[in-house]
């Protein structure tokens, strides 16, 4: 298992930007498959983004493509979400979660299911 945990969420104002980061522990943080899912209340969790073992090859969420960015830096044991042109629709308490198995590719891993590790998730708020 490895433990994550997320910092940076916030209120912000619609238009503009936040960069969430997940600081991971405990198994080998590089060899799996990192992602962002989302949850705002009433509503089910949903994928954000998804990035590789290697950090190469990215995956997103048509409703976040092309105005979130994920990365990572596995010497930091960190995977970041920037997050810009920000929506209220955007709000929502964001979780990162951890691949099953490892060197996974990141694309289609967008099921809840494909990821086996969670943090307890931060609180984003864009106010229109």
């Known amino acids: 298992q490895v433990q994550l945990v997320e910092s940076g969420g916030g209120l912000v104002q619609a238009g503009g930007s936040l960069r969430l980061s997940c600081a991971a522990s405990g198994r080998t943080f590089s060899s799996y498959a990192m992602g962002w899912f989302r949850q705002a209340p009433g509503k089910e969790r949903e994928f954000v983004a998804a990035i590789s073992w290697s950090g190469l090859v990215p995956y997103y969420a048509d409703s976040v493509k092309g105005r979130f960015t994920i990365s990572r830096d596995n010497a930091k044991n960190t995977v970041y979400l920037q997050m810009s042109s920000l929506k209220p629709e955007d709000t929502a308490v964001y979780y990162c979660?951890?691949?099953?198995?490892?060197?996974?590719?990141?694309?289609?891993?967008?099921?809840?299911?494909?990821?086996?590790?969670w943090g307890q998730g931060t609180q984003v708020t864009v106010s229109s």
């Open positions: 979660a951890a691949a099953k198995i490892p060197f996974q590719s990141p694309i289609g891993l967008g099921n809840y299911a494909d990821f086996g590790s």
